[in-house]
């Protein structure tokens, strides 16, 4: 077998969105996992806006959506009875092309990036371990174990995607800091009486949190709650010991179990993303409560982020001082994730007087005043979807004076036009210059020497509504991030930005794959 460029371990979604990028781009990789197939129980749900984002450009966005349901519509509890109703609808209008979040099952979307790394020439090798790796100066040589059998792999770069129980991160010896939670929780996939409900049900109990969503347009609900603490020791602990409260809290009758388990959350950081030639990524790097629906969106967003830049050293398109950006605008993101989620998710869980406050008063009350404004809504959605992630301090990250260039600065993502749909030029490949207004002759001459696409629209309110700048050029990295905000199209400054990150745009450097 011809050895790869990237060797990449764990075929959850983090890897595989790793290896289908890559794939895309023409970079030899191989991607493997020691399961022997891919995961049959629906662990994470949900798929936020900014990832369908990012798949767009894989030609994953519309596959997803199909197979997922839009949840339009929040329900608190207290003791099965209805609260506060909020409406998920008008949340993230006009801020993204998806505005929504979308239920879509782990195991259901596992299969869905498998088979479209098939089909761009890539199968998974299943039942195939990483047991350890060397390095030297040119690359890796892993050593992998297959039916007992041990055989060597080398590799210019090694990914480890492999999950909370990384031995990546464990031969790189990066520690994996924080701790477990102290409450049981319990996770059921089911089918109950009456009709398929489609919204997200939350009960804010005193004794603790339940929630059910669904899981699959046919008919199966995902319930999660907190066990009785005197139920959290019992052996063998199955549905029917937790069936009575699950269901007084909710509202439900439990018509039939598809799938039960427990379960404690962690919260964890590895100390690094990168050592040399090896990176972390998604739960190998991070993992904290599932509160808001981040974990797998962060690791796709991890994996889509470490793609683009390997893709561009790997080519020679980019300096591999590039790299170092990675950990540099994702473990700040993470550790910050991770402290975020933490803290709402002891306040939600809390046995205390705050918590209780909290479920029984602050949420049901606060929410829906939050929900009732504009700003609110977007300011909700903005986090929750992961759309306001930016990397202001990152090395790539220039025109950062407030104003310069509208409300847009270097290191945040693009925003969308409504009605332009600006974001469809978006290839997550390569880079290019978007430009609302009049493109100067001299600097459109300039960006086709450097082999830089130009996308430009005539000036509109609906551009100025959406922070840019008339005229301003904004040099989109492959990933729709803003490199460089630049509103007076300099073609001296946009040169002295490549030459500073070694990158040669795909026109400037015709690649033999093209």
Same mark, same amino acid.
């Given at each position: ?31 493997? @996992? ?18 369908? &984002? ?22 608190? %509890?207290? +003791?099965? +009875? &209805? &609260? ?62 297959? @039916? ?9 770069? =090694? ?12 031969? %790189? ?15 059921? @996939? ?5 009709? #398929?409900?489609?919204?997200? #049900? ?40 937790? *069936?009575?409260?699950?269901?007084? %809290? ?5 018509? &039939?179990?598809?799938? #039960? ?37 962060? $690791? ?21 001082? %590039? =790299? ?74 220039? $025109? *950062? ?11 945040? *993502? ?64 492959? @990933? ?22 070694? =990158? ?11």
């Amino acid at each position: 077998m011809p050895e790869p460029d990237i060797l990449i371990a764990g075929a959850g979604p983090t890897g595989l969105v790793l290896a289908l990028s890559l794939a895309r781009q023409g970079i030899a990789c191989r991607i493997l @996992d020691k399961a022997a197939g891919p995961g049959e129980a629906s662990r994470a749900m949900v798929v936020q806006a900014r990832t369908l &984002e990012l798949y767009r450009p894989l030609g994953l966005a519309e596959a997803v959506i199909a197979a997922g349901i839009p949840v339009e519509t929040v329900h608190m %509890l207290e +003791e099965g +009875e &209805e &609260e506060a109703r909020i409406s998920l609808r008008e949340f993230g209008a006009g801020l993204s092309p998806y505005p929504f979040a979308l239920a879509f099952p782990q195991d259901d979307h596992e299969r869905l990036l498998e088979a479209a790394l098939r089909e761009a020439g890539l199968a998974v090798e299943w039942g195939t371990e990483l047991t350890g790796f060397t390095e030297t100066p040119e690359g890796v040589t892993a050593t992998l174990r297959r @039916d007992g059998a041990e055989s060597t792999c080398r590799a210019a770069w =090694l990914c480890g995607c492999d999950g909370a129980h990384s031995r990546v991160r464990e031969t %790189l010896g990066l520690g994996f800091a924080g701790g477990t939670y102290e409450q049981l929780f319990y996770v059921c @996939d089911a089918r109950i009486e009456g009709p #398929f409900r489609r919204d997200l #049900f939350i009960h804010l109990a005193p004794q603790g949190l339940s929630l059910m969503l669904p899981v699959r347009s046919r008919g199966v609900q995902r319930l999660i709650g907190m066990v009785p603490p005197e139920l959290a020791g019992r052996a063998g602990l199955g549905f029917e010991d937790i *069936r009575a409260p699950a269901e007084a %809290l909710l509202g439900i009758r439990v018509a &039939e179990v598809n799938w #039960f388990s427990t379960y404690r959350v962690h919260h964890r950081m590895a100390a690094r993303f990168r050592q040399g030639r090896a990176f972390l990524a998604g739960d190998a790097g991070h993992i904290h409560s599932p509160a808001g629906g981040q974990g797998m969106n962060t $690791g796709i967003g991890d994996a889509v982020n470490l793609a683009w830049k390997l893709a561009a050293v790997v080519r020679g398109r980019a300096a591999p001082a %590039l =790299l170092d950006s990675y950990e540099a605008e994702r473990l700040p993101f993470a550790r910050q994730l991770v402290a975020t989620t933490d803290r709402a998710f002891r306040g939600a869980v809390s046995r205390g007087l705050g918590g209780r406050l909290l479920r029984r008063w602050l949420l049901p009350h606060l929410l829906p005043l939050v929900a009732g404004t504009d700003a609110g809504r977007h300011a909700f959605f903005r986090i929750l979807s992961q759309i306001r992630i930016a990397y202001p301090d990152s090395a790539l990250s220039e $025109g *950062r004076a407030k104003g310069e260039a509208g409300s847009v600065a270097g290191g945040e *993502r693009l925003p969308w036009v409504p009605g332009l749909d600006n974001f469809a030029p978006l290839d997550g490949a390569s880079w290019r210059v978007q430009l609302h207004g009049v493109a100067r002759p001299d600097y459109a001459a300039a960006l086709a020497r450097l082999g830089l696409p130009l996308d430009a629209w005539p000036w509109s309110e609906a551009a100025e509504r959406a922070g840019l700048r008339r005229d301003a050029a904004y040099l989109l990295r492959p @990933d729709g991030y803003v490199g460089l905000a630049d509103p007076a199209q300099e073609a001296d400054r946009l040169a002295a930005y490549a030459a500073r990150h070694g =990158l040669r745009f795909a026109a400037a450097m015709p690649s033999p794959l093209e």
